[in-house]
């Protein structure tokens, strides 16, 4: 079946059908991880796009049920040079485009994705729309520049989970498959911003009891809870609209220890008086390097966001703790005064490499030290 992707500048390509028929716009963006497709599929930040693998054969090693981060794919539409239709893994359970299609996932494949991504970073990230329903380009072409922008839109109340639960899953061994949770030492209430579940594995390693609380619980009910520690996670699109979640963490700060992940971050850069702002075509991938410190320490990490932190806007007490070396972006800040730090990035991996892990222990420091003064 033919397939044709229009982007809202007129830009057209023309390639064949993969997963659902359909039609479907969104923010066209481009991921450039060589693997971790599945793990892109089901990450909840990329609700609201239409994402683009840049590597040129995607659906290898095919899809099996554990590697999964959320419960769903959550992107509008998939962008492929070629779609492995034979995968060769011995974890394999279906094929990608069956995946796809059992899903609801509109994709195409065959078109000049290098050419697609030259045009992103020239033009920026912009509405595009794929389509095996309507075959005039123009017709797609106007649809795609009448559709809403991702920016001033709230994602977040799209993926988040309507009712607390525990999650109690450990990470993954590949003779024993995931871990059962062990002793708790500490409790963790997570909001779920569209939390990625290998974060939840790691304080579960780590001997946390992890609560997973809608974006829109109050900092009253959290601290009902009587958390060691609370974190703030990952999520889609633009972070100035999701004002109830800037207001609640306003409310917990200083009241307990505080550690945010991707939009988790730039909603603590709000609640702290900064500003955030759209990216040309943002950072998406497992291979973006970070400056930390002043030193000469830099980690390979893996990313996923169209929005960052303007540093200028940052007042005195919030210090800059990573850069983005690629183009200087903040990616990381800590209080100078009250337990709280966060970073742009995903030290979870999944897909990407485990540079950043240690950020999990260091949030377990935090919550000790946080008790320790509590009860001195």
């Known amino acids: 079946m033919k397939a044709i992707l229009a982007l809202a500048d007129g830009r057209v390509f023309h390639g064949r059908s993969i997963g659902a028929p359909g039609e479907v716009t969104g923010e066209v963006v481009?991921?450039?991880?060589?693997?971790?497709?599945?793990?892109?599929?089901?990450?909840?930040?990329?609700?609201?796009?239409?994402?683009?693998?840049?590597y040129t054969q995607i659906g290898n090693y095919g899809i099996n049920p554990e590697d999964v981060e959320s419960d769903r794919p959550h992107l509008r539409g998939f962008v492929v040079r070629e779609a492995c239709g034979f995968p060769s893994n011995w974890r394999s359970t279906m094929s990608l485009d069956a995946y796809l299609k059992e899903n609801g996932i509109v994709g195409i494949e065959g078109i000049d994705t290098r050419a697609l991504v030259r045009h992103i970073r020239d033009r920026g990230a912009q509405t595009g729309i794929i389509s095996t329903l309507d075959s005039d380009p123009e017709s797609l072409v106007a649809k795609a520049a009448?559709?809403?922008?991702?920016?001033?839109?709230?994602?977040?109340?799209?993926?988040?989970?309507?009712?607390?639960?525990?999650?109690?899953?450990?990470?993954?061994?590949?003779?024993?498959?995931?871990?059962?949770?062990?002793?708790?030492?500490?409790?963790?209430?997570?909001?779920?911003?569209?939390?990625?579940?290998?974060?939840?594995?790691?304080?579960v390693a780590r001997g946390c009891e992890v609560t997973v609380v809608p974006a829109t619980t109050s900092a009253e009910d959290v601290l009902a809870m009587n958390p060691d520690g609370v974190f703030l996670s990952n999520g889609p699109g633009d972070p100035e609209p999701v004002t109830y979640a800037q207001e609640t963490i306003r409310q917990l700060m200083g009241k307990v220890p505080l550690f945010g992940i991707c939009l988790g971050h730039q909603l603590i850069s709000l609640a702290l008086g900064g500003r955030t702002y759209k990216l040309k075509f943002g950072h998406r991938g497992g291979n973006q390097p970070v400056r930390r410190g002043a030193g000469p320490n830099v980690e390979i990490t893996s990313q996923n966001h169209g929005f960052a932190v303007d540093a200028d806007s940052l007042r005195d007490d919030a210090l800059i703790t990573h850069v983005n070396l690629n183009d200087n972006t903040v990616e990381g800040l800590r209080h100078r005064t009250m337990p709280l730090f966060s970073v742009q990035y995903h030290p979870e991996a999944s897909p990407g490499p485990h540079d950043a892990n240690y950020l999990f222990d260091e949030f377990i420091r935090m919550i000790k030290d946080w008790k320790s003064l509590k009860t001195a």
């Open 30 to 54: 481009f991921n450039t991880s060589m693997t971790g497709y599945q793990e892109i599929l089901t990450d909840p930040s990329y609700a609201g796009e239409i994402v683009t693998m840049t």
């Open 146 to 203: 009448g559709a809403p922008s991702i920016v001033g839109q709230d994602l977040v109340r799209t993926v988040t989970c309507s009712e607390p639960y525990t999650w109690t899953e450990g990470l993954w061994d590949l003779r024993t498959g995931y871990a059962d949770a062990g002793e708790t030492a500490y409790r963790v209430v997570a909001f779920d911003f569209g939390i990625k579940r290998n974060i939840l594995r790691n304080f």
